[in-house]
């Protein structure tokens, strides 16, 4: 009994001081630890976007693991070699459509390893994080740091002649949905998961709320009577309630990821851009009103919580205009005479 009492007493003075004793547990595997981590992630409040993902690159790294490293990977072994071996990996890698990783998918996927491995450390399982001793600050603000070159190929042209297509007799059935679903897309440059996301609920009367994901503010706005009336015989036609998706598939249940693809370059063909996708309606249409409204109001307008995102990534000013802030500058300064330069 005083055994069992003093083993009861260690156990709950170790407990009580993971961060101090860390290394007091057995082994575990990469996906009994992958599950201790999502558990430990849904108990800190994270959202589930968030976990998800990092599920969905854990579980992408265990594969790798598997195959390159041992069968079963034990979360004790994995050290900074490995993880090494694994960005190596990620920079390697080509993806179904032929094109290798870009700087700041390769580092979400550290991200989530990183993450990983700090619960694994909280927890007594690792003595140390073997992302953070090969991936410094300043490493990982060198990758992801690159601020977009390429203009949105979607114009303001290119984006009325879409919209002034004759969605019913190019898309059927379908073709009302169609239309809400790309005036939606235009006018508020959601994410994919966010437009997929929209149900009926959150339309009230003339009032809609957007939800946003990755914890950014919601937008709630007034919609003008155009776009209320067609949002609400879209209703009416499909006969949606008001728990159902917003948009919705041929089977009637929320419109997926792919469908949305489908839907987006299916039009896209038809006013000459087949490689058309939901982030260039996003890109464009803040780009135009960044024209006219401070970058504040636009960061607020799309719920960013970060500026530098939204400035980097949105408010983005062509050549053009570039051009016109020389020739301001230059018409404020004296013209420059070479004939009146001292010899």
């Not at 156990?11 to 996906?31: E, Q």
């Not at 469908?259 to 851009?273: A, C, D, H, P, S």
Request: aromatic share 10%; proline share 5%; net charge positive.
């Amino acid at each position: 009994m005083a055994e069992d009492f003093y083993e009861a007493q260690m156990d709950a003075f170790l407990f009580s001081n993971r961060k101090r004793y860390r290394n007091v547990k057995g082994p575990i595997t990469l996906h009994e630890g992958i599950s201790v981590a999502v558990s430990e992630w849904a108990g800190q409040g994270k959202s589930s976007f968030t976990i998800k993902t990092y599920q969905r690159h854990l579980m992408q790294f265990a594969k790798f693991a598997h195959k390159a490293i041992e069968h079963p990977a034990y979360v004790s072994r994995i050290d900074r070699f490995c993880v090494a071996k694994y960005r190596t990996f990620l920079y390697k890698r080509v993806t179904k459509k032929g094109k290798r990783l870009s700087g700041r998918s390769i580092q979400l996927h550290l991200d989530s390893l990183r993450a990983f491995f700090k619960v694994m450390k909280d927890l007594g399982y690792v003595p140390t994080n073997p992302v953070e001793e090969i991936e410094s600050k300043e490493y990982r603000r060198a990758r992801v740091a690159t601020n977009p070159t390429d203009e949105s190929p979607l114009t303001m042209d290119k984006l009325i002649a879409l919209l002034t297509l004759d969605f019913r007799a190019i898309g059927g059935y379908w073709g009302l949905r169609d239309k809400a679903l790309f005036y939606v897309l235009a006018l508020f440059g959601l994410r994919e998961s966010e437009l997929r996301k929209l149900k009926w609920s959150h339309l009230q009367e003339d009032i809609l709320i957007l939800p946003r994901c990755k914890r950014n503010s919601e937008g709630v706005y007034q919609v003008r009577p155009d776009l209320r009336d067609l949002l609400y015989k879209v209703r009416e036609v499909y006969g949606l309630r008001g728990d159902d998706p917003m948009f919705i598939s041929q089977n009637r249940s929320q419109l997926s990821k792919t469908g949305l693809q489908k839907r987006v370059k299916k039009y896209g063909k038809m006013i000459g851009l087949p490689n058309l996708c939901a982030t260039h309606f996003r890109t464009r249409v803040l780009s135009e009103v960044s024209r006219e409204h401070d970058p504040i109001t636009v960061q607020n307008y799309i719920g960013h919580k970060s500026p530098d995102t939204a400035n980097r990534w949105y408010i983005k000013r062509p050549k053009r205009e570039l051009q016109r802030v020389y020739e301001a500058i230059s018409d404020m300064l004296p013209p420059i005479r070479l004939d009146s330069d001292p010899v």
